[in-house]
């Protein structure tokens, strides 16, 4: 069922009739615009300061870093002091090390030199002993040629001795 051109005229003059006689539905729009607009007036507000709230945070933040900053360096030149003071230390250890070591070397040359005289020493002793030896095995064979002769004259006597018994 379609509506005719009419129709929708009448209709509309109706729905425009109820509206003006009902003055509050018009007033009430009016009412909740100007409530948005004191809503969105005061958001505004507000947004605006907060971002002044946090443009003053990072000032704040700013300065904090640049103290932080400072303190660093600070720390960072007690520090290089620091270190310079024990690469000092270590070379004065260095050094100290480095004469010890040379005492200790010139220690162990004199063992070295003591050593080759001991040595030495030894070496005088083993020939001495060479010629006790060879002087010994001269003896010995003397002593037994002579026990030999002994035991022969001995023998010799015994034999003559019983014979002439």
Known sequence: MALAQEDLIQIQKLIDKSIDSRPEVTNANVRYELDIRERIVRVEEELRHQRELLIQGFKQSD???EQADKRFEEMRIDMDKRFEQVDKRFEEMRADMNKRFEE????????DKRFDQVDKRFDQVDKRFEQMDKHLTVIVNRMDRFMF???GLTASAVFVIVKLT
């Open 63 to 65: 300065k904090r870093f």
């Open 104 to 111: 200790v070397d010139k220690r162990f040359e004199q063992v």
């Open 149 to 151: 002769w002994s035991l």
